[in-house]
């Protein structure tokens, strides 16, 4: 199923979400339609709350179905270790048409949960280290203009209201 995705303005993407602590067929199927929704949308990165859902739940895939094993799901994720310095211009599927350069860490370590349960750590650089970022960043009720200085934040946050209001948005 692909659901649609949620954008900015919609308080679920400004809440922190919780912890999920069932590991069942619901989950699974659940990850699969992020999968599916991901993909419908071109992104490579999606957290649950961008489809409405305040659950510690992402999916990545920085190869976009290149590579089957590239596919990443990240249940309860938190960043262990980041180093370096890395400028990339940015997007969010939540936040379409709009992109800034972002400064974040380029290698991160992230420990989180497969779908399973289990406990993993995976380290990425450059895309991957981003992907990891931004997605944990969802889940921690943030986006990624919390990471650009204020005035380009508040020009953006100026033209969605417009779009908003000529319903555009
Ligand atoms: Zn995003």
Redesign the pocket.
């Known amino acids: 199923m692909i659901y649609p995705i949620v954008k900015f303005g919609d308080p679920v993407l400004e809440k922190p979400s919780a912890t999920v602590t069932v590991f069942d067929e619901t989950l699974q199927k659940l990850i699969e339609d992020m999968f599916e929704s991901m993909y419908a949308a071109h992104?490579v990165?999606?957290?649950a709350p961008?489809i409405g859902i305040g659950q510690r739940i992402a999916v990545v895939d920085v190869t976009f179905k290149e590579d089957p094993n590239a596919q990443i799901v990240l249940i309860n994720p938190e960043i262990i270790h980041s180093e370096g310095k890395h400028t990339q211009s940015e997007?969010?599927?939540?936040?379409p048409d709009f992109r800034e350069n972002v400064t974040r860490p380029n290698k991160v370590t992230i420990r989180a949960q497969d779908v399973e349960g289990q406990v993993f750590e995976k380290t990425g650089e450059d895309l991957l280290a981003r992907a990891f970022l931004?997605?944990t960043?969802?889940l921690n009720g943030k986006?990624?203009f919390s990471h650009i200085s204020a005035l380009k934040r508040d020009l953006m946050k100026r033209k969605i209201r417009k779009m908003v209001k000529a319903g555009e948005w």
Do not use: K, T, V
């Open positions: 992104g990165g999606l957290a961008q997007g969010c599927l939540s936040i931004h997605e960043d969802h986006l990624y």
